[in-house]
């Protein structure tokens, strides 16, 4: 069988390296300074890949690309990609650094929180614009470039960042937030059925809850709630997220797409009935 015949040869070399690891290859992290964007940039890094990452503050850039460059090639731009001329423009600047691209992980994003009846217009057009069309017209501005170097042995990866929120109705108010989490993860299956014949593989992850500053505030007053909430009673790590996408990226994926990896602890994938613990 060619897989068996596959396998084979692959023993004759570092498998687990041929597998997960990232030498030659380009990717871009937007939202990559801090968070779970900054545990991103670093997995890709310490698996050989060179990594363009964005924010909206060229200090902050700097900053992480000079903590970063120990593990490897790492460049920190500004970008606001809050508007599609913003993803344009960040595209274009990408071009002129790099012929091609292997990964993209579209991390950045926005959450808004308020009572319902208090919920603004506002928190809809910031959050969605970021975390849900961002994503879409970013990724539509690198068509060219993730196609360049993609083949049917080797793709190119999408990597949206979505969040159980999206999976299930989260506990806090922010309505915005869960809905483009939710749309992200469907827009994430729409894409990869429409580029699989370009040879890129568009997946998602759902994050669960991470030290960032989006949950800062929950874990700075519900820590231990939110640790009890999880079967594994714990909070996620850096290289719990690095691990996920490094194994996203990299050829081990080779035949995954559409797909949305909850990386949580268990939080949304082990939910029980609520009468279940009654019985």
């Known amino acids: 069988m060619n897989s068996e015949r596959t ?12 597998m997960f690891g990232l030498p030659g290859q380009t990717a871009v992290v937007t939202g990559g300074t801090r968070g779970i964007g900054y545990m991103i940039a670093e997995g890709l890094l310490r698996a050989g890949a060179a990594v363009i990452l964005c924010a909206r503050h060229q200090e902050d850039c700097d900053t992480a690309a000079r903590q970063l460059s120990p593990f490897g090639e790492v460049m920190g731009v500004r970008a606001d990609l809050s508007t599609t001329g913003g993803c344009e423009s960040f595209a274009r600047l990408v071009s002129t650094h790099t012929d091609s691209i292997d990964v993209l992980v579209n991390n ?14 506002a928190a809809w057009d910031k959050v969605l614009g970021l975390n849900l069309k961002a994503p879409f017209f970013l990724t539509q501005q690198l068509l060219p470039l993730l ?12 990597i949206n960042i979505g ?9 806090v108010p922010n309505y915005a937030y869960a809905a483009s989490k939710a749309a992200i993860h469907h827009l994430t299956r729409a894409m990869a059925r429409d580029l699989a014949e370009s040879h890129v593989l568009v997946n998602a992850i759902a994050p669960g809850p ?18 009890d909430s999880s079967p594994l009673g714990r909070v ?3 290289i719990d997220m690095a691990a996920a996408v490094v194994y996203l990226a990299g050829r081990g994926s080779g035949y995954v797409t559409g797909a949305v990896l909850p990386v949580d602890g268990g939080i949304a994938t082990t ?7 009654d019985l």
Not at 163 to 171: M, R, T, W
């Open 7 to 18: 396998i084979n040869e692959a023993r004759g070399t570092d498998w687990l390296a041929s």
């Open 108 to 121: 950045a994003g926005a959450s808004w929180g308020a009572a319902i009846e208090e919920y603004p217009e």
């Open 147 to 158: 196609r360049r170097g993609a083949t049917p042995d080797d793709p190119s990866r999408v």
């Open 163 to 171: 969040s159980i929120d999206g999976l299930v109705v989260p506990s």
């Open 210 to 227: 991470f030290e960032s500053k989006m949950m800062s505030w929950m874990l700075r007053n519900f820590e231990q709630r939110i640790k």
């Open 236 to 238: 996620g790590s850096a």
């Open 271 to 277: 939910i029980s009935s609520p009468w279940a613990e």
